[in-house]
């Protein structure tokens, strides 16, 4: 069974935007927690995980555009 | 909490229920208003709360309260109330020589081109460390301290200038052949904090 059927995700380029919603969703979802923190601990976590998250999912947006244009 | 931190979480909540509705309905990106939506929810919109967090980050950082809040500082926070004229951080902190909401950052940071930057570096190096269990003790810094800092406000500044002492070094200071700690030598001393009185501004007459 694919990693995208795993994850209830569908099929090809849908799936793709799907997973890269999540991953999006996800370090905007840790960029908010952190902004609201005034702690060396919170920069840590959004600039090694919000960011790291949201930018993969923008990434995999892009990469998923350029490929249906294939 | 500020208006623009808050406006950033508003436009994170409304970018997740975005990007939401489009995990929900993918189908949606077949129509040119889908493909649109997209591209706002997946990249324009991220990309601008990233930079918008980064910058509030970058901000938050520089406070005396971000600094004071991890507990290896704190006795160096302490340090600020010492009631002693010769003490370095607290003559500046208690005469408001540096802003009382940036005291750490204003003698700490490098007054150079990447010189933020590099303090930034230096910050997530601390919590590197510290989780680590590898910082030293007591904290060090890990270069000596540039006279950059002190000469950042007092070159220039009569009271350093006209001062006879100053005079026959003010050449090498600049240079940073000599230090300004060589004289200017009772700074923060977290381990004799007991020894010493506490400036208590409420007190003051």
Known sequence: ?70 | MTGYAISLGFLAVVTIALIGLLVRRPESTGTLGGRILAFLALFVLPGLLLLGGAGRHYEQAKTTRFCLSCHVIQPYGESLHVDHARFLPASHYQNKRIPADRACYTCHTDYTMFGDFDDKVRGVKHVWHNFWGSASEPVELYEPYENRACLECHHGARSYEEQAVHAPFRAQLLRGEKSCLMCHNLVHEVSKLDRFRRWDPEATP
């Open chain 1, 1 to 70: 069974m694919s990693l995208f059927r795993r994850l209830g995700l569908r099929p090809g380029l849908a799936g793709r935007l799907q997973l890269s919603g999540l991953l999006i969703a996800a370090g905007l979802g840790i960029e908010v927690a952190t902004l609201y923190w005034n702690h060396p601990v919170s920069f840590f976590l959004f600039l090694c995980l919000g960011s790291l998250l949201a930018g993969a999912g923008m990434l995999l947006y892009l990469w998923s555009v350029v490929r249906r244009g294939e």
